[in-house]
């Protein structure tokens, strides 16, 4: 079936630090991949997204790229701030017509400390 | 603009209490969604409505019902709370179905007693 795997937390970073939280998928055919983002007390809003293999995501200086041959989306940013704690959130669409429902990871909480 | 707005934001129900929860977009979508969320579960679907007039079931439909009742709106339904329902829910809504981008309302939290 299809599933979403993303590294367990919380995460904690000093500010400035570089961030990556690890995200790998398994479906078959193509997916569309996602990252979410969820700030206390709030709904989840999209981050960015990729639809085809190689392709990257980038959106608030996180970047993700689309591995099809490592099934693999894992979300970069190169200097976290203090407002980019939240929970982040890894999901896929699944290639095809009969499906167009996310399927998310557990999350991954990210504290970032001054 | 409001995006997607739910009905209530807290509630707290003892065990075989029913209620319903609202959820409306005003982005002219098509396809909207209801999640539950759960301490490291991530958020797992219950029902969706792909288009105005259909609804289908999710990964953990059962003891939950919906209605589409337009294009706008989408509820939820516990007809005999338990606490396994306690959690909190999240409708969302996307223009289409496929890899959409979809958007979330600001939740309800719900609490079995």
């Known amino acids: 079936g299809n599933s979403v795997t993303q590294m367990e937390g919380p995460v904690t970073l000093s500010e400035e630090a570089f961030l990556t939280i690890n995200c790998t998928y398994t479906a078959t055919g193509y997916p569309s991949l996602f990252w979410y983002v969820q700030y206390p007390g709030e709904g989840l809003q999209l981050l960015l997204k990729a639809t085809k293999a190689d392709d990257k995501g980038s959106n608030k200086g996180f970047e993700a790229t689309y591995r099809k041959e490592t099934t693999s989306f894992h979300l970069e940013k190169g200097s976290v701030q203090v407002s980019d704690s939240a929970v982040y959130f890894c999901?896929?669409?699944?290639?095809?017509?009969?499906?167009?429902?996310?399927?998310f990871g557990k999350g991954t909480k990210l504290s970032v400390k001054p | 603009n409001a995006g997607v707005t739910q009905t209530p934001k807290f509630q707290v129900l003892k065990t075989g209490q029913s209620m319903t929860l609202q959820c409306a977009q005003d982005?002219?979508?098509?396809?909207m969604y209801w999640y539950r969320q759960d301490p490291g579960m991530g958020l797992r679907l219950i029902y969706y409505s792909a288009s105005e007039g259909t609804t289908d079931k999710g990964e953990v439909p059962n003891g939950y019902n919906v209605s589409r009742l337009n294009k706008r709106e989408f509820s939820l339904r516990l007809e005999s709370a338990a606490p396994s329902q306690t959690s909190v829910y999240f409708c969302a809504s996307s223009e289409g179905w496929g890899s959409y981008e979809q958007y979330f309302g600001p939740g309800t939290r719900l609490t079995v007693t």
């Open positions: 982005m002219n979508h098509n396809s």
């Open positions: 999901a896929l669409v699944p290639y095809g017509g009969s499906q167009g429902n996310l399927i």
